[in-house]
């Protein structure tokens, strides 16, 4: 059983900045890959980043990409993701979660890979 829990979301005005952090339990953090998506209100989930096991490949969806980075810290069993430029249409609730077999597809965003998440965190941004 692996828990997640995300933390970081806020308000905060257009162009602005934040970051999102997601702790996970577990003794075998490394070998998980780890996503973000997002859900806003009235719209399907969507991919927003994965990053593979050891940190080396991350992938973003198109309208992320030069805005938002993911990151991890496998010695905290943490992962981020650091968001800038902020724009309204980011509002959402954004979730974190593990795939302990990593795939290239869930590297892609197939969110039918991942095994556990989080209970997300709620990002606002204002115009």
């Known amino acids: 059983q692996v828990q997640l829990v995300e933390s970081g979301g806020g308000l905060v005005q257009a162009g602005g900045s934040l970051r999102l952090s997601c702790a996970a339990s577990g003794r075998t953090f490394s070998t998980y890959a780890m996503g973000w998506f997002r859900q806003a209100p009235g719209k399907e989930r969507e991919f927003v980043a994965a990053?593979?096991?050891?940190?080396?490949?991350?992938y973003y969806a198109d309208s992320m990409k030069g805005r938002f980075t993911i990151s991890r810290d496998n010695a905290k069993n943490t992962v981020y993701l650091q968001m800038n430029s902020l724009k309204p249409e980011d509002t959402a609730v954004y979730y974190c979660a593990a795939d302990l077999h990593p795939t290239i597809q869930s590297m892609r965003g197939d969110d039918r890979r991942y095994d556990y998440w989080g209970q997300g965190t709620q990002v606002t941004v204002s115009s």
């Open positions: 990053i593979s096991p050891t940190g080396v490949s991350t």
